[in-house]
C-alpha cells in the first residue's frame, strides 16, 4: 500500500511536468523537456534536485513528509533556495533495477541528481562489479541527458555477515565511482545511524524519523555547496 502511495505520488509529479512514462516517442519527448528547460528559464521556475534511490530514499515505514528528501526541502526552503526536491525513491530498488528505471526519471528536467543506490545489493550479496557497472551505467546515462546537471553519489556499507572480503570490495565501489566521474560523494549516508536500535525502526535498517534529521545532515553537508 505504501509502495502505491509513493507511485501514485511521483505519477503525479512526472504528469505535472507534462511527462509520461508510458510515452515511447523519443523525440517528441526530447522536445518537451528542451522546451520546457527554456520556459523554466525565462519565467524563473525552481531547478530540480531528484533523489533517485530505493527505501532509504523512499522514507519506508514513514510518512514522505518525514523522510530525508522532505527535511532536505523544508531547508531549501527556510533559505529561500529556488530548489525543488523529487523524490524517486523505489523501496526494493536494486542498481540493476535502478539502471532499468533511470530513462523514465530523466524525462524530467535534474539540475542535481542525488544518486542512493547498493544498499539492497549489498544486502542480497550481489557481487560488486555488477553494482559497480550498473551505477557507472546509471551515471553515464544522467551525463548524457543532463551534461550541465552536478551527481551526487551516496555511500553504503555491506553488512559484516557477508565477509570481510565482500564488504571490503562493496565499500570500494563508492568512492572509486566518485573519483573516476568527479563526483560528489557522501562517504556513508547512514553515518550516525546504521546500527544504533534507537535511531532506526525495528528492522535495524531504516532510519525512524530521529535517524532521518541525522541523515538529512550529512546529505546537506555535500549538497547545501553546490546551491
Known amino acids: 500500500m505504501y509502495f502505491n502511495k509513493l507511485a ?6 512526472l504528469a505535472a511536468c507534462g511527462q509520461s512514462p508510458t510515452d515511447n516517442k523519443e523525440n517528441r519527448l526530447d522536445e518537451e523537456t528542451e522546451q520546457g528547460q527554456n520556459d523554466d528559464a525565462a519565467s524563473g521556475a525552481k531547478r530540480q534536485i531528484v533523489f533517485f534511490g530505493n527505501s532509504l530514499t523512499a522514507a ?36 540493476a533495477g535502478g539502471n532499468e528505471r533511470v530513462d523514465w526519471i530523466l524525462q524530467q528536467p535534474v539540475d542535481v541528481f542525488v544518486l542512493e543506490l547498493g544498499g539492497n545489493d549489498g544486502l542480497r550479496g550481489i557481487n560488486p562489479d555488477a553494482t559497480y557497472a550498473n551505477l557507472q551505467s546509471i551515471i553515464n546515462k544522467v551525463k548524457t541527458k543532463y551534461p550541465n546537471a552536478n551527481i551526487i553519489l551516496t555511500g553504503m556499507e555491506a553488512p559484516p555477515n ?29 553515518d550516525g545511524v546504521g546500527g ?32
Open 8 to 13: 501514485a505520488i511521483f505519477l503525479l509529479t
Open 60 to 95: 519506508y515505514g514513514l510518512e514522505p513528509e518525514q523522510g530525508f528528501p522532505a527535511l532536505i526541502q523544508a531547508k531549501i526552503d527556510s533559505l529561500g533556495l529556488a530548489y525543488k526536491v523529487i523524490n524517486a525513491g523505489l523501496s526494493g530498488e536494486t542498481t
Open 162 to 190: 557477508m565477509g570481510a572480503d565482500f564488504t571490503k570490495a562493496f565499500r570500494q565501489v563508492f568512492p572509486r565511482l566518485a573519483k573516476e566521474n568527479d563526483l560528489q560523494l557522501i562517504p556513508f549516508l547512514l
Open 196 to 227: 544504533r536500535p534507537e535511531l532506526n525502526l525495528p528492522d535495524g535498517i531504516h532510519p525512524n524519523v530521529q535517524g532521518q534529521y541525522i541523515v538529512a545532515d550529512n546529505v546537506w553537508e555535500v549538497l547545501q555547496p553546490l546551491l
